[in-house]
C-alpha cells in the first residue's frame, strides 16, 4: 500500500503547488488518510486503479503548457502560416469566462507560453486580424458551458453590422475549439444543439483540438473510460437511491413534457475488452465502492441538490448516478467527477481540496446556492 501510495502522491506532486498554500497540495499523508475511510479489502484495489488513473488522467502544469504549445505549432501549420508569431497575430483567444474560472487559467498559461517563446502577449494576438477565433478550457462534461459562451459570443459584433456567427458563415473568421478532455459524447450533443441554439454554421464549420478524446458513448465499441458501474448484485442502498433520481428527475422532465431515458447501468460485457481499468475486475470494485461510498456521503450531508448524484454533477434531466467523469489538472477537479474525489461534506475527506470559481476548499453543507461545475447549467 504504502508503495502505492508514493507513486500516486508523485503524479499528483504540483497539484494546486503555484499556490504556495501547503494545506491545498496533496501529500502521502493526505492519500493514505483519505483511503483509510474505504474497508480494508477495498484499500489495494482502489489505490491500484488510482495509481493507474492518475497517470493516464492527471495533466500536470508543464504537461498542459506543452499541450498549448503543440497546439500552436499544429494550428500554425494547419492553417498555413510560416511562422507562429504570424498565425498569434492573426488569432482572437476568445476570454468568455468569468475570472477564476479555467478558461482565464488556461489563458493566462497561454500567455506565460507565449512570452517566453515567442515574446509576445494576448494582447498581441489578433492585432493583425481575427480571422481564428479560439476557444480555449480544460474539461468537456456536459458540454453546458460550451454551449452557453459560444451562443453568447455569436451574437456579439465582429465588425460593423456583422454578428461573431455571420462571420463564421461568410469565412471571415474560423472557430476554434481547444480542449484538455472532451467527452466523446457529449462533444457530439453540443454539436447538434448547436444547430438550432446558435446557427447550422457554427456547428458545422468550427475545428477542434483535444489532448484526451474520452470514450463514454454506450454501444459495443465504447472503451467507457469512467466510472459507469454496472447492475449486478447491487445493495439496497443503490437500488433506494436509484429510485430516487427516478422519481426527481419524473419530476423535472414532466415541467417540459420530457421523457428521459435510464442511463444508471454499463450493459453487461462491455466494455468488450477492459483498456482502461488494469482489469475487469478491479473495475467493478472500484464503481461499486466509488458509488456506493457518494451515496453515503450525500445521505450524510442530507444533500438537496437534485443534479449533485453519487458520481459526480449531472444535468437535472438524466437519469444515472453521475456523470463519473476521471480528468483532473494541477490546478481543479470538475465536480462532474465521484464526490469521493472533491465532495467536502457529510463527514469525508474528499481525496483533493478544491477551488470552484476561485473559492477554495468550499463545504457544500453549509453552502445555501454552491458553486456549480463548469459543465452544469442547463435543464436539457
Not at 478532455?181 to 454554421?201: C, D, G, L, P, V
Request: glycine content about 4%; some cysteine; charged content about 25%.
Amino acid at each position: 500500500m504504502e508503495q502505492l501510495i508514493t507513486s500516486i502522491y508523485r503524479t499528483l506532486e504540483d497539484y494546486r503547488a503555484d499556490e504556495n498554500r501547503p494545506d491545498v497540495r496533496i501529500t502521502k499523508d493526505s492519500i493514505r488518510n483519505w483511503i483509510n475511510q474505504f474497508a480494508n479489502d477495498l484499500r489495494i484495489p482502489i489505490l491500484t486503479e488510482l495509481d493507474n488513473i492518475f497517470k493516464k488522467r492527471y495533466c500536470s502544469k508543464s504537461k498542459v503548457k506543452d499541450f498549448l504549445d503543440q497546439v500552436i505549432q499544429d494550428l500554425t501549420k494547419d492553417f498555413g502560416f510560416k511562422s507562429a508569431d504570424e498565425f498569434l497575430k492573426n488569432s482572437d483567444f476568445l476570454n468568455l469566462q468569468p475570472e477564476g474560472k479555467s478558461q482565464s487559467i488556461m489563458l493566462s498559461l497561454l500567455n506565460e507560453l507565449i512570452k517566453e517563446k515567442y515574446d509576445l502577449s494576448l494582447s498581441d494576438c489578433g492585432t493583425t486580424s481575427k480571422k481564428y477565433s479560439i476557444y480555449i478550457d480544460d474539461i468537456l462534461c456536459t458540454g453546458q458551458t460550451l454551449i452557453s459562451d459560444i451562443k453568447n459570443w455569436s451574437e456579439m459584433e465582429f465588425s460593423r453590422g456583422k454578428s461573431n456567427k455571420q462571420a463564421v458563415a461568410d469565412g471571415s473568421t474560423v472557430l476554434v475549439f481547444v480542449y484538455l478532455f472532451i467527452h466523446k459524447k457529449n462533444y457530439y450533443k453540443k454539436k447538434a444543439q448547436m444547430k438550432h441554439k446558435i446557427s447550422y454554421a457554427v456547428a458545422d464549420n468550427h475545428k477542434i483540438y483535444r489532448l484526451v478524446e474520452i470514450e463514454n458513448i454506450i454501444d459495443v465499441n465504447s472503451k467507457y473510460d469512467l466510472i459507469f458501474p454496472q447492475e449486478i448484485s447491487q445493495p439496497q442502498i443503490v437500488i433506494d437511491y436509484k429510485n430516487e433520481i427516478i422519481e426527481q428527475v419524473d419530476n423535472h422532465t414532466k415541467k417540459y413534457n420530457k421523457i428521459s431515458t435510464e442511463e444508471f447501468y454499463r450493459p453487461n460485457g462491455q466494455p468488450a475488452k477492459e483498456l482502461f481499468f488494469t482489469s475487469p475486475k478491479n473495475r467493478i470494485i472500484v464503481e461499486n465502492a466509488f458509488l456506493k461510498k457518494g451515496i453515503e456521503i450525500l445521505r450524510n450531508a442530507n444533500s438537496q441538490i437534485p443534479n449533485m448524484r453519487a458520481l459526480g454533477y449531472s444535468l437535472p434531466s438524466l437519469k444515472d448516478f453521475g456523470f463519473g467523469a476521471l480528468c483532473f489538472t494541477w490546478r481543479n477537479v470538475p465536480n462532474n467527477a465521484p464526490l469521493v474525489f472533491w465532495y467536502s461534506g457529510g463527514g469525508f475527506t474528499p481525496f483533493f481540496k478544491v477551488n470552484r470559481g476561485g473559492n477554495s476548499d468550499v463545504n457544500f453543507n453549509f453552502v445555501a446556492n454552491p458553486p456549480i461545475s463548469d459543465d452544469d447549467d442547463l435543464p436539457f
